[in-house]
C-alpha cells in the first residue's frame, strides 16, 4: 500500500493534519515522506527567512512568512500542521508541537518557545498590542510589542490566546480556550477569562 499513489496522497493529508503521525512512520513509510518532506521544506526557504532543524514536518498546508529581520527558526524534529499560521519573529525548540490553526505572531519583540511544548489546534499568540488613547481613532493608535515567552514542556491547550508581554513558566498547563493576560508560574495549571491559577502539576497524580 505504501507504494500507492492515492495511499501516498491521503496519508500526506493526514499528516498534515495530525502532524505527530510524521514522527510515527515506518521505514517504509519514511522512504517516500521523507523526500516529500525535503521538497515542501526547500521551497519555503528558497523565499522566505526560514531555518528549518532537521527531522522537522511542515504540512504544506501551513503559512510561515518570514522576511529578514523578522525570522523564523524551528528547532530538531519541529511539527506544523495545516493552516498554522507564523510570521516572524519566532524561536522554536527542539520537538514542538504547532498544531492546525495555530496563530503565532511575533511582533517585533518575537515569540520564544522552548523544547518540548505542545500547542494545540485554535491556539493564538499575538506579541504586539494597539494603543486604545481616546484622542485618536483606533486604526492610528501607535503598535507596541513587548514579545512573548514560552517555555520548555508546556501545553497550550486548544483555543488558548496568549496577550502580548506574557511569560508561561516551564512545565505549566494552559487550559482549553483561556486567554493569558499575565505571567503563569512554572508548573501551574491555569484556565478561564482572564486565565488564573487553578491547580500545579506536581500535585497531580496522572
Same mark, same amino acid.
Given at each position: 500500500?505504501?507504494?500507492d499513489?492515492?495511499?501516498?496522497?491521503?496519508?500526506?493529508?493526514?499528516?498534515?493534519?495530525?502532524?505527530? #503521525?510524521?514522527?510515527?512512520?515506518?521505514?517504509?513509510q519514511?522512504?517516500w515522506a521523507?523526500?516529500w518532506?525535503a521538497?515542501?521544506q526547500a521551497q519555503?526557504?528558497?523565499v522566505?527567512a526560514?531555518?528549518?532543524?532537521?527531522g522537522?514536518?511542515?504540512?504544506?498546508?501551513?503559512?510561515?512568512f518570514a522576511?529578514?529581520?523578522?525570522?523564523?527558526r524551528?528547532?530538531?524534529?519541529?511539527g506544523?500542521?495545516?493552516e498554522?499560521f507564523?510570521?516572524?519573529?519566532i524561536?522554536?525548540?527542539?520537538?514542538?508541537?504547532v498544531?492546525?490553526?495555530?496563530?503565532?505572531d511575533?511582533?517585533r519583540?518575537?515569540?520564544?518557545?522552548?523544547?518540548?511544548?505542545r500547542?494545540?489546534?485554535?491556539?493564538?499568540?499575538?506579541?504586539?498590542?494597539?494603543?486604545?488613547?481616546p484622542?485618536?481613532? #483606533?486604526?492610528?493608535q501607535a503598535? $507596541?510589542?513587548?514579545g512573548?515567552?514560552?517555555?520548555?514542556?508546556?501545553?497550550?491547550a486548544?483555543?488558548?490566546?496568549?496577550?502580548?508581554?506574557?511569560s508561561?513558566?516551564d512545565h505549566?498547563v494552559?487550559?482549553?480556550?483561556?486567554?493569558?493576560? $499575565?505571567?503563569?508560574?512554572?508548573?501551574a495549571?491555569?484556565?478561564?477569562?482572564?486565565?488564573?491559577?487553578?491547580?500545579? $502539576?506536581?500535585? $497531580?497524580?496522572?
Open positions: 500500500m505504501a507504494n499513489p492515492d495511499y501516498r496522497a491521503q496519508h500526506q493529508l493526514r499528516m498534515a493534519w495530525m502532524p505527530w #503521525l510524521y514522527f510515527k512512520l515506518t521505514p517504509a519514511r522512504a521523507e523526500p518532506q521538497e515542501v519555503l526557504c528558497a522566505e526560514v531555518e528549518i532543524g532537521p522537522c514536518f511542515i504540512a504544506p498546508q501551513a503559512r510561515i522576511q529578514p529581520h523578522r525570522e523564523v524551528l528547532g530538531a524534529r519541529v506544523v500542521g495545516a498554522a507564523l510570521h516572524g519573529p524561536d522554536l525548540g527542539d520537538d514542538v508541537s498544531n492546525p490553526r495555530v496563530i503565532m511575533g511582533g519583540a518575537g515569540i520564544r518557545v522552548g523544547a518540548g511544548t500547542i494545540a489546534a485554535g491556539a493564538k499568540l499575538f506579541a504586539f498590542d494597539h494603543g486604545m488613547d484622542g485618536a481613532e #483606533l486604526r492610528s503598535v $507596541r510589542s513587548r512573548i515567552e514560552v517555555g520548555r514542556d508546556v501545553w497550550l486548544a483555543d488558548v490566546g496568549v496577550t502580548d508581554g506574557v508561561v513558566g505549566a494552559v487550559a482549553m480556550g483561556a486567554v493569558v493576560t $499575565r505571567d503563569v508560574p512554572p508548573w495549571i491555569v484556565a478561564g477569562v482572564p486565565a488564573r491559577q487553578i491547580g500545579d $502539576r506536581r500535585e $497531580r497524580k496522572a
